[in-house]
């Protein structure tokens, strides 16, 4: 029963595809995130949704598309695969109540490699 | 603008020793600060968390500090162990924003 899932774990693709990644929490939580580890290794925000809404939406290539069917979900769709879209890609969630003690919790990561 | 930093890449410890990594951040707005634990291959696993208006909190083996004026924090690990060995995020948030910042990271190694 794992909280935050993500498919598929890898990915590997070619320049100019489109593909998606899926994320599921089992939480309760309202709020969701994409972030994205880089080769630099730093983890950077790219979209939150809270309840299905768009709260968060960082300087991120329009080819990058989340979507929210429901506030258990929150899937990335990626369009014209680049080179440097390569990375490791990290769904999480937390309450979202903006508090003091709001911690967000993490998927395992989906590794895309772009060929 | 790397408004959250950890400047040591690596540590490495003996078992049994403390292990103190360390996170400075710039940004006087934020308030909450969390350490995250990173096993390869697997997604960050919250740890321990502190409040502006606190300077220190501790769970069993993990003690967070929080010094405000010199806008710096550290986690000290006692007794370290083997199982301890990950890389350990400094990540922070202020007001009622929901974005996290990330340091970048440090590998501790923890050795028998």
């Known amino acids: 029963d794992t909280a935050v899932s993500q498919t598929p774990k890898y990915l590997v693709t070619q320049m100019g595809n489109d593909k998606s990644i899926k994320c599921e929490q089992n939480?309760?939580?309202?709020?969701m995130y994409w972030y994205k580890q880089d080769s630099k290794k730093f983890l950077k925000i790219m979209f939150s949704y809270n309840n299905k809404e768009l709260i968060i939406n960082e300087t991120v290539p329009n080819r990058f598309s989340p979507k929210s069917p429901d506030k258990a979900h929150l899937n990335l769709h990626i369009n014209s695969l680049e080179l440097g879209d390569s990375a490791v890609y990290f769904c999480?969630?937390?309450?979202?109540?903006?508090?003091?003690?709001?911690?967000?919790?993490f998927g395992p990561g989906t590794r895309l490699l772009v060929l | 603008d790397q408004q959250v930093k950890q400047n040591s890449p690596s540590l490495s410890v003996q078992e049994g020793r403390i292990s103190i990594l360390n996170c400075d951040y710039t940004?006087?707005?934020?308030?909450?600060f969390l350490w995250y634990k990173k096993y390869p291959a697997e997604g960050p696993t919250f740890l321990i968390s502190i409040s502006s208006i606190k300077d220190k909190n501790e769970d069993g083996r993990f003690t967070v500090f929080l010094n405000k004026s010199a806008k710096h924090l550290s986690l000290h690990i006692v007794p370290s162990q083997p199982g301890d060995s990950a890389v350990y995020f400094c990540?922070?948030?202020?007001?009622?924003?929901?974005?996290?910042?990330f340091g970048k990271g440090t590998l501790l190694t923890v050795n028998p």
């Open positions: 939480l309760g939580h309202d709020t």
């Open positions: 990540a922070a948030k202020g007001g009622s924003n929901y974005k996290l910042t």
């Open positions: 940004n006087s707005m934020f308030d909450y």
């Open positions: 999480a969630s937390s309450q979202g109540d903006r508090g003091l003690g709001e911690t967000q919790y």
